[in-house]
């Protein structure tokens, strides 16, 4: 059995130098595979090596996340191309999109944010409709605004993710009749989250997805505790349970659906 971890944030163990223990718990989880995405420029070149020296086990995107976006934010963007002509390549383009949680509480400086983030947000989106790749959507408090400039930058909705999905079965629905699809993390075991178990059912099998997102996130059995890719089994064995199949099943229809999204061999 193999179950891919989607989407997940590995600096922190790389920092600390405890990745080659987190990885040892994650294969003894059954945890065989993780795709690191890409916030910001910081990060890119520590997850293309990661990759490199863990072929097969460790993927990765490079993105500018919407909480990276600063008065520089145009560097970053322009660097975005090259990385996609390496030996070797990112998975996808992400993760990219518009956050609303975060910004500044003075109205003036949250609103020249939002406009920064926005017109990084559209470039991206310019960049991967140019590079036909995959991409991976941030949207806290935002889901409106990027299904529309989703809309606008022309992308092919079947190669875009919403990850960590938030919303409730509407909003999912929005996003599979364009043809894309939602990713859920840990939030799916909370006792609390019950809009987000109906959009995963409404959404259905054949485009689930799930992830850690770590070190963020943790699922309920681990709740409080910095998350980690092995954890991603309680993600996994509570949407079989949700799902009424067991979890070998589960994990063989996530990790076909994983590995078709992103064009993942075997």
Not at 16 to 45: F, M, P, Q, Y
Not at 211 to 228: I, M, V
Not at 240 to 251: C, M, Q
């Amino acid at each position: 059995m193999t179950i891919i971890d989607s989407h997940c944030h590995l600096e922190s163990f790389v920092r600390n130098k405890t990745l080659a223990v987190t990885l040892d718990r994650a294969k003894a989880a059954d945890v065989k595979e993780i795709i690191c995405v890409g916030t910001d420029l910081k990060d890119w070149s520590l997850y293309h090596d990661l990759a490199r020296d863990y072929p097969g086990t460790l993927h990765y995107t490079v993105g500018l996340h919407p909480c990276h976006v600063d008065e520089a934010w145009h560097d970053a963007v322009s660097a975005l191309s090259p990385w996609f002509m390496d030996t070797t390549l990112p998975l996808a383009l992400g993760e990219i999109g518009l956050d609303n949680f975060h910004l500044p509480k003075d109205a003036d400086s949250a609103r020249a944010l939002q406009k920064m983030q926005e017109e990084a947000f559209r470039q991206q989106l310019a960049i991967a409709y140019q590079l036909d790749c995959p991409v991976v959507i941030h949207s806290r408090n935002a889901f409106a605004d990027c299904v529309r400039l989703i809309d606008e930058s022309g992308v092919d909705w079947r190669k875009v993710v919403f990850h960590c999905f938030s919303e409730g079965p509407d909003e999912i629905m929005e996003l599979n009749k364009r043809g894309g699809r939602g990713s859920f993390t840990g939030i799916l075991t909370y006792p609390s989250a019950q809009n987000i178990r109906e959009a995963a059912l409404a959404q259905g099998l054949d485009r689930l997805m799930i992830e850690t997102d770590a070190p963020y996130l943790s699922p309920q059995p681990t709740r409080g505790k910095p998350n980690e890719p092995a954890y991603l089994r309680h993600t996994a064995e509570a949407a079989a349970k949700l799902f009424g199949i067991s979890l070998d099943t589960l994990a063989d229809i996530t990790e076909a659906n994983t590995r078709a999204f992103f064009g993942m061999s075997r």
